[in-house]
Nanobody, 120 residues
């Protein structure tokens, strides 16, 4: 079992910045990748950024050049630095961790979500 606790959401004006944090606990040695997803009202949850245990990052096109995902292994924490925020970035942001299950399948763990609101 992996537990994820997010923090750092809030209200910010267009062009502002926020940093989200996600602290993992439990069977963290099994995590092969962590990331951030978001879900806006009336929309499906979508990928924002991921980082593997080897440090390989991946970003949604909407996040490239503005968001940076990073991790602190000593603190078992993943961060999402969000700059140049836009109103369309408004959503609930969820932390995700993936652990392998049998064969090549992965299991998803989710945090409780943190609200990010960007005012115009």
């Amino acid at each position: 079992q992996v537990q994820l606790v997010e923090s750092g959401g809030g209200l910010v004006q267009t062009g502002g910045s926020l940093r989200l944090s996600c602290a993992a606990s439990g069977s963290i040695f099994r995590i092969v990748a962590m990331g951030w997803y978001r879900q806006a009202p009336g929309k499906q949850r979508e990928l924002v950024a991921t980082i593997t245990s080897g440090g390989i990052t991946n970003y949604a096109d909407s996040a490239k050049g503005r968001f940076t995902i990073s991790r602190d292994n000593a603190k078992n924490t993943v961060y999402l630095q969000m700059n140049s925020l836009k109103p369309e970035d408004t959503a609930v942001y969820y932390c995700n961790a993936k652990t392998p299950i049998w064969k090549d399948n992965l299991y998803d763990y989710w945090g409780q979500g943190t609200q990010v609101t960007v005012s115009s």
